[in-house]
């Protein structure tokens, strides 16, 4: 089994930037790729950023590309989304996931195929 925490969120301003952190622990040998997704209130948990485990491959959703940046650190066995430009509509409870299988296409964007999560981090962007 794999835990993951996150950490980093909170409030910041329109334009402002804030660096996120998921650490995991367990048997993180299991893991192929780590996963951001975000949930805003009344709304569908939606994928943000995938980074393989191991190699460099990443994966955004159009509404980030250009603002967020994925990034991992393997021997500290975290992944940090780096957020830059922040918009009101960013704000969310960012969670992060472990996928024991490689995703390369619009299969990532599923919430079910990620076999651990973290129990989020809230990030408030106010205008």
């Known amino acids: 089994q794999v835990q993951l925490v996150e950490s980093g969120g909170g409030l910041v301003q329109v334009g402002g930037s804030l660096r996120l952190s998921c650490a995991a622990s367990?048997?993180?040998?299991?893991?192929?790729?780590m996963a951001w997704f975000r949930q805003a209130p009344g709304k569908e948990r939606e994928f943000v950023a995938r980074i393989f485990w191991r190699g460099v491959s990443t994966l955004y959703t159009d509404s980030v590309k250009g603002r967020f940046t994925i990034s991992r650190d393997n021997a500290k066995n975290t992944v940090y989304p780096q957020m830059t430009s922040l918009k009101p509509e960013d704000t969310a409870v960012y969670y992060c996931a472990a996928d024991r299988n490689v995703c390369l296409d619009s299969s990532c964007y599923r919430t079910t195929r990620y076999d651990n999560w973290g129990q989020g981090t809230q990030v408030t962007v106010s205008s």
């Open positions: 367990g048997r993180t040998s299991s893991i192929a790729a």
